[in-house]
């Protein structure tokens, strides 16, 4: 009995560290993912500038363009990180880029919201936070069972 106590905290401090890269990895890893898939809502159909057309896809995904500036403008910025490991993104389009993009994403009064960021994050949450546990847990079982 004695002996489980004493190991309790080794097995704590060493699934504390092997945990950083873990997470690192998904951070990054689904960053990207929802990342593409915005941007893959931002692909619609191409429509030329002096087009009055906007086609049957108007107000719906993948949003019609005229020309690829939203799609381009949008940013992962690392947040946070912890020694050498990420452990927080970000995804927003640039607003210097395409100033429109917050009209476009959550509509007005006039225009219907298409969300291009908030859609593939409700979309994927389930996925994202099922692969995080299984990955967690996995991790933690390795390192617990080594000591």
Request: hydrophobic share 35%; proline share 7%.
């Amino acid at each position: 009995m004695k002996k489980t106590i004493n190991t309790f905290p080794q097995k704590c401090a060493k699934i504390n560290k092997n945990l950083l890269p873990v997470i690192s990895e998904l951070v990054l890893y689904w960053t990207d993912h929802i990342n593409k898939e915005a941007a893959k809502n931002l692909s619609g159909p191409h429509y030329g500038k002096d087009t009055n057309y906007r086609g049957p896809m108007t107000g719906q995904m993948p949003i019609p363009r005229i020309t690829s500036m939203l799609a381009q403008s949008l940013t992962v910025q690392k947040v946070l990180k912890n020694g050498p490991y990420i452990t927080l993104t970000a995804i927003f389009p640039d607003k210097r880029r395409a100033p429109y993009a917050g009209i476009v994403h959550d509509g007005t009064r006039y225009i219907r919201p298409r969300r291009f960021l908030q859609d593939p994050i409700s979309e994927w949450k389930h996925a994202i936070l099922f692969n995080w546990e299984q990955k967690i847990l996995q991790k933690i079982r390795e390192d617990g069972q080594a000591i």
